[in-house]
Each structure stands twice: as structure tokens, then as C-alpha cells.
């Protein structure tokens, strides 16, 4: 009954503090530090029951961010979004989820401030995504993936498909200089 009656109130306050820009369904369950980022006509739309733990930082920067129903963000994960990020029904996200759709642009001078190349990302429905995964622009995650931790994700990923990098660890001794 509580945690209803907060998924009303945060419902709300949500709904007065962002006024354009954000479209929300349903009742949220998103914490107090979960940071909501409209700018440049950028477009946030939350599904039923979107959930967030710990310092969760959604970004839409001229961009559009879509949320499908029952999505799950774990602590410190940031989705931004300057082109269009997608994400289907009940996709669960582990802590430190970096998902951006966009790169800056560079040059032999180095990096050419304000500009972008961009590409949108689409993770379908039942998908969940292991702690510390890096996913960038033009991504394509099929429906019921799994991505293991740690994976930095770029292309197309088929349905149905488990996805990890190699990770594998070489241990030396430390050696003495003579």
C-alpha cells in the first residue's frame, strides 16, 4: 500500500516538474535521486512501472528516449540520448549500464566541440543487461538477450543470444630487476 501510494506521489511530482517533454504511463517507481534530463526539445517517454534505484540518470538532449513497460535501471546507470534510444517491455538493466547513441566527432586537431555522429539504438523486450555494459550508437539488441558484464556493445545482436567479451585474465609475478 505504501510503495503505491509513493509510485502515485513520484507519478505526480514528475508530471509538474517536467511539463514538456515527458510522457509517462502508468504509475512510476522512480527514486528521489533519479535524475530526469529534457533539453532541446529532447522527449522522455516512460512506460508503466519504470524502476530505478540508485542515482539513474535519464537524458534526452534533442533526442528522443522511449521506455517501454516495467524497464528496471540498478544504481549509477546513465541513458542519454541525443538522436533515439528505445527500449522494450521488461528489459532489466544492472548497476553501471552506460547506453549513449552518440559519439563526438574528431579530427587530427582532436575533438570538434558540440558536434556529434549519432545513430539510434533499440533494445527489444526481455532483455536484461549485466552490470558495467557499455552500449553505443547504432545498436540493435533482439528480444530475450542477454548481455554479460562488463561487454561493450556495438551492431547488431540476433534474438535470443548471449553476449559476452572475452575477459579472460593473465596473472605474472612481479620480477625482480637485477
Known amino acids: 500500500m505504501l510503495r503505491k501510494l509513493r509510485m502515485i506521489i513520484v507519478t505526480l511530482l514528475i508530471r509538474v516538474a517536467h511539463p514538456f517533454g515527458l510522457s509517462v504511463h502508468g504509475f512510476q517507481d ?31 538532449n534533442g533526442g528522443s528516449l522511449r521506455l517501454g513497460d516495467y524497464v528496471f535501471f540498478n544504481r549509477n546507470s546513465i541513458i542519454a540520448s541525443l538522436c533515439e534510444i528505445t527500449i522494450g517491455n521488461n528489459c532489466i538493466f544492472g548497476p553501471g549500464v552506460i547506453i549513449y547513441d552518440h559519439d563526438h566527432k574528431f579530427n587530427y586537431q582532436g575533438i570538434v566541440h558540440g558536434e556529434y555522429h549519432t545513430g539510434p539504438i533499440m533494445i527489444e523486450d526481455n532483455c536484461w543487461i549485466g552490470a558495467n555494459v557499455t552500449i553505443l550508437r547504432g545498436t540493435h539488441i533482439g528480444e530475450r538477450c542477454i548481455i554479460g558484464a562488463g561487454t561493450v556493445v556495438k551492431g547488431i545482436i540476433p534474438p535470443h543470444s548471449i553476449v559476452t567479451s572475452n575477459r579472460g585474465m593473465i596473472i605474472k609475478p612481479i620480477e625482480e630487476k637485477k
Do not use: C, P, W
Open 30 to 60: 522512480l527514486r528521489f535521486d533519479t535524475e530526469l534530463v529534457i533539453k532541446n526539445n529532447g522527449r522522455i517517454n516512460l512506460g508503466k512501472s519504470t524502476t530505478t534505484y540508485k542515482r539513474v540518470t535519464l537524458a534526452a
